[in-house]
């Protein structure tokens, strides 16, 4: 075995033992949600194929499906369209004992309906005009509300694009939209930097995962989470997060390579 391929053996092993161990602590946090009658809500967003799916398969792998509920709604039909933009949403907010994570949530209309013209310029101000306060009552009403961002590079993205399109089990993946990710990258990282600015506060803060690396930012997803919650027994060590990984957003961020449009 050449050196190159046992580093690989060898990180690909510490990776699955982190994982595991991470995963234990995820049934602890479940259990105590249980025995509390806690109510969470994660949303999860992101570029596109920045690994929202791959981190949810693996926060979610070992908890309870009973009390563990994953949210990808598609395209609005034409009575959801009629009716107030937050309303379909609402359905799936977590009840008590339950976790909830949303894949993309109502932050598509800042994102991809802002970029793509799927709304317009009255619709994408009244979004923000109301998100705020939607999400203040949410927390008021004892939900423990987390909002994540994963972010990627141009070229990392071209590339998990084109594997998507050459991968048989990933077909489900692509979407004509993802033809325009590339293309209207810059239009997405304005529309992005725009969310931030004005959903960001210091009751719903914005979390950024640099998710360059699918497997370090699984990791560190899922330790972000984790140092977030509080539950009986916690291991502090373990789920301590690198700040350098994933952090709450700052304007100055802005500026680092990173999340630079």
């Given at each position: 075995?050449?050196?190159?391929?046992?580093?690989?053996?060898?990180?690909?092993?510490?990776?699955?033992?982190?994982?595991?161990?991470?995963?234990?602590?995820?049934?602890?946090?479940?259990?105590?949600?249980?025995?509390?009658?806690?109510?969470?809500?994660?949303?999860?967003?992101?570029?596109?194929?920045?690994?929202?799916?791959?981190?949810?398969?693996?926060?979610?792998?070992?908890?309870?499906?009973?009390?563990?509920?994953?949210?990808?709604?598609?395209?609005?039909?034409?009575?959801?369209?009629?009716?107030?933009?937050?309303?379909?949403?609402?359905?799936?907010?977590?009840?008590?004992?339950?976790?909830?994570?949303?894949?993309?949530?109502?932050?598509?209309?800042?994102?991809?309906?802002?970029?793509?013209?799927?709304?317009?310029?009255?619709?994408?101000?009244?979004?923000?005009?109301?998100?705020?306060?939607f999400e203040s009552m949410l927390v008021r009403s004892g939900i423990h509300f987390i909002k994540m961002y994963l972010?990627?590079?141009?070229?990392?993205?071209?590339?998990?694009?084109?594997?998507?399109?050459?991968?048989?089990?990933?077909?489900?993946?692509?979407?004509?939209?993802?033809?325009?990710?590339?293309?209207?990258?810059?239009?997405?990282?304005?529309?992005?930097?725009?969310?931030?600015?004005?959903?960001?506060?210091?009751?719903?803060?914005?979390?950024?995962?640099?998710?360059?690396?699918?497997?370090?930012?699984?990791?560190?997803?899922?330790?972000?989470?984790?140092?977030?919650?509080?539950?009986?027994?916690?291991?502090?060590?373990?789920?301590?997060?690198?700040?350098?990984?994933?952090?709450?957003?700052?304007?100055?961020?802005?500026?680092?390579?990173?999340?630079?449009?």
């Amino acid at each position: 075995m050449t050196k190159h391929k046992e580093q690989k053996r060898l990180e690909k092993q510490h990776y699955k033992a982190e994982l595991r161990q991470l995963q234990i602590e995820l049934v602890k946090l479940q259990r105590h949600i249980i025995r509390k009658n806690d109510k969470i809500l994660v949303i999860l967003e992101g570029r596109d194929a920045a690994g929202k799916d791959g981190s949810i398969k693996r926060i979610t792998q070992h908890l309870s499906p009973r009390e563990t509920r994953v949210v990808a709604l598609g395209k609005p039909s034409d009575r959801e369209e009629s009716q107030w933009y937050f309303q379909r949403y609402v359905h799936y907010l977590p009840a008590a004992a339950e976790i909830v994570f949303f894949n993309r949530s109502w932050y598509n209309r800042a994102g991809v309906e802002k970029v793509m013209g799927f709304c317009t310029d009255a619709q994408y101000e009244e979004f923000f005009t109301e998100v705020t306060d939607f999400e203040s009552m949410l927390v008021r009403s004892g939900i423990h509300f987390i909002k994540m961002y994963l972010d990627i590079s141009k070229s990392e993205q071209k590339n998990r694009l084109e594997a998507h399109q050459d991968d048989p089990l990933k077909q489900w993946k692509t979407s004509p939209i993802d033809e325009q990710a590339i293309a209207r990258w810059k239009d997405y990282s304005t529309a992005r930097n725009a969310m931030f600015a004005r959903t960001h506060t210091s009751f719903t803060p914005w979390t950024i995962v640099d998710a360059n690396d699918k497997k370090v930012a699984r990791i560190q997803l899922i330790k972000g989470l984790l140092s977030r919650l509080d539950y009986a027994n916690k291991d502090t060590n373990l789920t301590l997060p690198d700040q350098t990984i994933i952090f709450d957003y700052d304007p100055l961020y802005l500026e680092n390579n990173m999340i630079k449009a």
